[in-house]
C-alpha cells in the first residue's frame, strides 16, 4: 500500500529554508518539504496551527517556534 507521502498535496511557499508545505486534516500530519529538498513530517498538529502557518510572514519562523519548539512528533520521510 503506497504512503501517505506520496498522495499528500503540497502547497509552494515563498520562503528561504521552506519550499512547500502540506497537511493531511484527517491524520493531523503537517508535512515540511525543504528548500534542500528533505522532507518532513510532523504528527498531532492541529488544522488551526497548520492555517496559522500558512499565513505566518514567515513560515520559516512559524516552524522553529510554533512546530518544533511545541515538540510535535517529527520524522523524516
Known sequence: ???IE????????SSSTVAAI????QNQ??????????????SGVPE???HAM???????EF?????KRAGYPCRQV
Open 1 to 3: 500500500m503506497p504512503s
Open 6 to 13: 506520496e498522495f499528500m498535496h503540497r502547497e509552494k511557499v
Open 22 to 25: 502540506g497537511y493531511d486534516s
Open 29 to 42: 500530519i503537517l508535512e515540511i518539504e525543504f528548500r534542500d529538498a528533505s522532507l518532513y513530517q510532523y
Open 48 to 50: 488551526n496551527v497548520y
Open 54 to 60: 500558512m499565513s505566518a510572514p514567515s513560515h520559516g
Open 63 to 67: 516552524l522553529n517556534a510554533e512546530i
